[in-house]
Nanobody, 124 residues
């Protein structure tokens, strides 16, 4: 059974940093595309960043480029999202997602598995 468990969310002031983690189990981690999505109240879920675990290729939404970094620890089957220079508009529930064949990386419907989410709140 595939499980994705996020952690690391919290409240921070604008300009601060947080690191999210996603522990994966139940499948061959390094054969998937792993991603972070976020959803703010009243808005659609949007892709934040993704990494193809075998190639190590990563992608970012324009809104987070230069501020967020996605990374992985294959030995621990764990995905990370380092978020720096946080802005109030980054406030959302952040979800980890995984899929075996994901094209394009930002398509929410391409991902088979989802975590329960972790809340990130950025105050001004």
């Amino acid at each position: 059974q595939v499980q994705l468990v996020e952690s690391g969310g919290g409240s921070v002031q604008a300009g601060g940093s947080l690191r999210l983690s996603c522990a994966a189990s139940g499948y061959t981690y390094n054969s998937y595309c792993m991603a972070w999505f976020r959803q703010a109240p009243g808005k659609e879920r949007e892709a934040v960043a993704a990494i193809y675990t075998i190639e190590g290729t990563s992608y970012y939404a324009d809104s987070v480029k230069g501020r967020f970094t996605i990374s992985q620890d294959n030995a621990k089957n764990t995905l990370y999202l380092q978020m720096n220079s946080l802005k109030p508009e980054d406030t959302a529930m952040y979800y980890c997602a995984a899929g075996p064949r994901v094209v394009p990386w930002y398509d929410v419907y391409e991902y088979n598995y989802w975590g329960q989410g972790t809340q990130v709140t950025v105050s001004s």
